[in-house]
């Protein structure tokens, strides 16, 4: 007799250490639950991890969204046992502006080189690429982006998100409809963008209604309060999301918030209230990461109704398509090209101003 499936739930929440205990496994089998984010405290080797993707696995079927934020450079959560440590994308942008087919070519290769080690390691997702400008003004996103234009990201996010694909991985963009034009951060502070819709859609919101137009299979939406469109933040707007995401510019992919355990995401009130607010402005799935007393709190608290189109997208980002033996991978010419433009492209310099979350965790 096969086992009934299990939709996948709205919550995407994380767990303590290098395996499950029986408290996360009970927490994991609950129908609200349809992901699991990793961090660096996760990892200690590839056979650990594998191990830990595996039980995780296990527990429903379809098995559990894992995902990770492997987008390289100061945000990169596993960077050793083989696992290789990619540049910053800012690097991208500049080898972009010198030489513009190298940059397409090693912008998809890295994409395919960052794809295929998670699904190796029984990792579905990366929150990746981040389609912020980098505008010198935010520092918590900074060389994370690809580049300053808009043109150049889209180029970059198109090839990477290729990459991706080609490794069976789903890309999604972040941090719609822009992070990269405020100063403040929003893991620890409220930040507010004051300009007029008409710039925003200019220059920030271009990189994502770009990837929009080439339906990229999920969005991650930012806990930046714009007051020209909006009194809330992006996750938690309607209008953001609805009327101008879903509406007017007919996205059709999977949306994320950003962890709403953040300081931004607190104008929304208790934890309770944040989920609320974010599944009814449009997000498919909300995050709560380092709380899981949290998020017991929520389970007790809520009952989510089944929504089958939220389901439907959540599945369409589970990892797709043969993944490669370790021998396969070795001997892959596409691995050797990734590794010299890894070589290329990396700087140490640019590791130096880490911000306090991006080392985490």
Excluded at 215 to 220: D, E, S
Excluded at 311 to 332: I, K, M
Aim: some cysteine; proline content about 6%; charged content about 20%.
């Amino acid at each position: 007799m096969s086992t009934p499936l299990e939709p996948l739930g709205p919550l995407m929440v994380d767990v303590a250490g290098y395996a499950l205990t029986e408290a996360e496994r009970r927490r994991l089998r609950h129908p609200a639950v349809g992901g699991v984010i990793l961090f660096a405290r996760n990892f200690t080797s590839r056979a650990q991890l594998m191990d830990l993707t595996a039980e995780i696995r296990a527990l429903r079927h379809p098995h559990l969204l894992i995902a990770v934020d492997q987008e390289g450079g100061r945000v990169q959560r596993f960077r050793s046992d083989g696992f290789v440590h990619l540049p910053p994308m800012g690097k991208l942008g500049a080898l972009l502006a010198q030489d513009r087919q190298a940059g397409i070519e090693a912008a998809h290769s890295l994409g395919w080189l960052m794809a295929t080690q998670l699904r190796m390691a029984g990792v579905d997702l990366s929150f990746a690429p981040v389609l912020d400008l980098h505008r010198g003004i935010s520092g918590v996103i900074g060389d994370r982006a690809f580049a300053r234009e808009p043109a150049a990201i889209i180029a970059l996010a198109v090839a990477f998100s290729a990459g991706m694909k080609e490794a069976g991985m789903s890309a999604v963009g972040k941090h719609f409809p822009g992070h990269g034009s405020i100063a403040e951060d929003s893991h620890i502070a409220h930040p507010v963008d004051t300009r007029p819709f008409a710039t925003i859609e200019r220059e920030d919101l271009r990189p994502f209604l770009g990837m929009i137009e080439r339906l990229i299979p999920a969005l991650m939406a930012a806990h930046v309060i714009y007051p020209a469109v909006d009194d809330q933040p992006a996750g938690f707007s309607r209008h953001w999301l609805k009327t101008l995401l879903r509406e007017r510019w007919q996205y059709q992919g999977a949306v994320f918030s950003d962890d709403l355990t953040m300081a931004a995401a607190s104008v929304a009130g208790d934890i309770v209230a944040r989920v609320d607010a974010a599944l009814t402005a449009g997000c498919d799935m909300a995050l709560i990461c380092n709380h899981p007393e949290w998020v017991d709190h929520v389970l007790a608290a809520r009952t989510f109704a089944p929504d089958p189109v939220r389901e439907a997208r959540l599945a369409r980002l589970t990892g797709h398509g043969a993944v490669p033996s370790e021998s396969h991978f070795l001997h892959d010419p596409r691995r050797v090209r990734a590794l010299a433009w890894v070589e290329r492209l990396q700087d140490p310099r640019s590791e130096a101003d880490a911000g306090w979350f991006l080392n985490e965790q």
